[in-house]
């Protein structure tokens, strides 16, 4: 029997050395702010989801960012695999609800929790057809919605932007 495995190019490189996924998710926030990530991604969305319009912004940006958070999926599935490595619990001291964004307090203390949560509902296949789905859909006008539940998947890439931002964070002090 053949063991089928899961794709982890990362698209945003031309070398073929490999990498963990802690550097590809500094890679991701090199490359991308995460609050024009948060934005890019709720913009991609609603325009999804209205019918008669579609995003203004130019299809190669979208495209690259479809790319990019593609691989940041798979930076947070590699980080979860060496979870004991990059387990960081943190005491929460009176910290601002604005501070905590989408997550718990749970979430907050321990960031991994999203990243686990995350992939225990959706695989890295059903987040890359989520976003392929709404690349799809922002970008032209279509009669059909997506067939799907739409809001999970957005939500949980949400948060998993906060989480792996706050990891960087974290590991940065």
């Given at each position: 029997?053949?063991?089928?495995?899961?794709?982890?190019?990362?698209?945003?490189?031309?070398?073929?050395?490999?990498?963990?996924?802690?550097?590809?998710?500094?890679?991701?926030?090199?490359?991308?702010?995460?609050?024009?990530?948060?934005?890019?991604?709720?913009?991609?969305?609603?325009?999804a989801?209205?019918?008669?319009?579609?995003?203004?912004?130019?299809?190669?940006?979208?495209?690259?960012?479809?790319?990019s958070?593609?691989?940041?999926?798979?930076?947070?599935?590699?980080?979860?695999?060496?979870?004991?490595?990059?387990?960081?619990?943190?005491?929460?001291?009176?910290?601002?609800?604005?501070?905590?964004?989408?997550?718990?307090?749970?979430?907050?203390?321990?960031?991994?929790?999203?990243?686990?949560?995350?992939?225990?509902?959706?695989?890295?296949k059903?987040?890359?057809?989520?976003?392929?789905?709404?690349?799809?859909f922002?970008?032209?006008?279509?009669?059909?919605?997506?067939?799907?539940?739409?809001?999970?998947?957005?939500?949980?890439?949400?948060?998993?932007?906060?989480?792996?931002?706050?990891?960087?964070?974290?590991?940065?002090?």
């Open positions: 029997m053949k063991k089928i495995k899961t794709d982890f190019e990362t698209h945003l490189w031309a070398d073929s050395r490999k990498r963990s996924g802690l550097q590809l998710i500094e890679t991701f926030f090199q490359l991308n702010d995460l609050a024009a990530s948060k934005r890019t991604l709720h913009s991609i969305m609603n325009y989801v209205k019918r008669n319009s579609w995003i203004k912004e130019d299809p190669s940006a979208i495209f690259h960012f479809r790319q958070m593609q691989s940041f999926v798979r930076a947070g599935y590699l980080i979860t695999l060496k979870e004991k490595k990059w387990a960081i619990n943190t005491q929460l001291e009176d910290v601002s609800p604005l501070v905590l964004g989408l997550l718990s307090e749970k979430e907050y203390q321990n960031p991994m929790l999203v990243f686990k949560k995350a992939f225990k509902e959706y695989s890295i059903e987040f890359d057809y989520f976003m392929s789905g709404m690349v799809y922002s970008l032209g006008i279509y009669d059909n919605l997506p067939e799907r539940n739409i809001v999970n998947p957005y939500i949980h890439l949400i948060k998993m932007l906060d989480a792996a931002h706050l990891i960087l964070q974290r590991k940065a002090k």
